[in-house]
């Protein structure tokens, strides 16, 4: 795994999630895992959702897994997921849930009382980097039009994003006009209930840009819906190779937002140990390829320990950041 990196004007957020559930593990390399349920804190359409969806898809399809079932729960941040993950932890063992980088923001701005302790941690699966996106018809074609016309006029360039203010595609769009010498804390930032939805505000012109995941936007990209004009990773993403990194801009800001799965409190540990086999199996497949690239996602894989060191680091990072940029 890759350590965690955060220079004056760049956060590095690598790790990440993983699952399963079921039957004994067979020698062949079939079937892991009779059944999973997939708790999504978010709305459809968000990366949460994505990522659980296109991972039960492989797993599946792959025949790791013999079925696979969905359930958005939105509310509160997505603490009223991890609240029914905790309050009904005996009943949800066939149950793992998706989450982000935002099970560390929301702890600690207080958003919700939990946090990644008081779950089960299963493994990374995905990473995925950030971008800056804008509606096809925008005057926006660039970074460098973002910020003139934010200079122009800051209010009238509201960014919007899938999460709460304070959240992560909050923070990231904090850290994108910070390090364009920009005042952080003078984003006009609209939040919306998953991805989805601060898509569909976009189009519809009620903001001009959004912050949001890469894979959330990167279909609409490629249909001519959408224009990705920054994407906060090292090089281009072959997915979408026309859009422009932030680095090539002139911005020095780089971050890819892990993405993983939890199990309920108490979780036996063959449970989890079936989870952690059926992923470690998926990562081999074709089936897991095609998802993966067709999301532009990256590979990153920890399990259990590795896991829960990278979060307690990512929790010290993330923390630092956000009292710098005030948000703490």
Do not use: C
Not at 127 to 146: C, E, F, Q, T
Not at 226 to 235: C, F, L, M, N, Q
């Amino acid at each position: 795994m890759k350590p965690l990196k955060l220079g004056r004007r760049a956060l590095m957020a690598s790790a990440v999630a993983a699952l399963s559930f079921g039957t004994p593990a067979f020698a062949d390399g079939h079937q892991v895992v009779d059944s999973i349920h997939f708790i999504i804190p978010g709305g459809a359409g968000g990366g949460w959702d994505g990522t659980a969806r296109g991972t039960g898809e492989a797993l599946t399809n792959a025949g790791l897994v013999g079925s696979a079932s969905y359930e958005n729960m939105s509310g509160g941040g997505g603490g009223k997921a991890i609240g029914y993950l905790i309050e009904n932890a005996e009943s949800n063992h066939g149950s793992l849930m998706v989450n982000s980088t935002p099970i560390v923001i929301r702890s600690l701005t207080g958003v919700f009382p939990h946090n990644f302790r008081d779950l089960t941690l299963v493994a990374g699966t995905i990473g995925d980097y950030a971008a800056m996106v804008v509606s096809k018809d925008s005057p926006i074609n660039s970074m460098d039009d973002l910020l003139a016309a934010y200079d122009g006029d800051p209010s009238a360039t509201a960014i919007g994003g899938g999460s709460v203010p304070g959240g992560m595609d909050h923070l990231v769009a904090a850290m994108v006009m910070e390090a364009a010498g920009k005042d952080a804390l003078g984003v006009k930032y609209i939040p919306y209930d998953a991805g989805g939805k601060a898509m569909a505000a976009l189009l519809s012109g009620e903001i001009a840009a959004l912050s949001t995941g890469f894979s959330e936007a990167v279909d609409l990209a490629n249909a001519g819906e959408v224009k990705i004009i920054g994407v906060t990773a090292p090089e281009r993403v072959d997915a979408a190779p026309d859009a422009m990194t932030m680095k090539e801009q002139g911005i020095d800001t780089e971050f890819v937002n892990w993405r993983g799965f939890f199990g309920a409190p108490g979780l036996p540990e063959d449970k989890l140990a079936m989870y952690q086999d059926a992923l470690t199996k998926m990562y081999e497949t074709e089936e897991w390829e095609d998802v993966r690239a067709r999301n532009g996602w990256v590979n990153i894989h920890n399990n259990g320990d590795d896991f829960k060191a990278f979060l307690e680091e990512q929790e010290k990072v993330i923390g630092d950041l956000m009292k710098k940029l005030g948000f703490l």
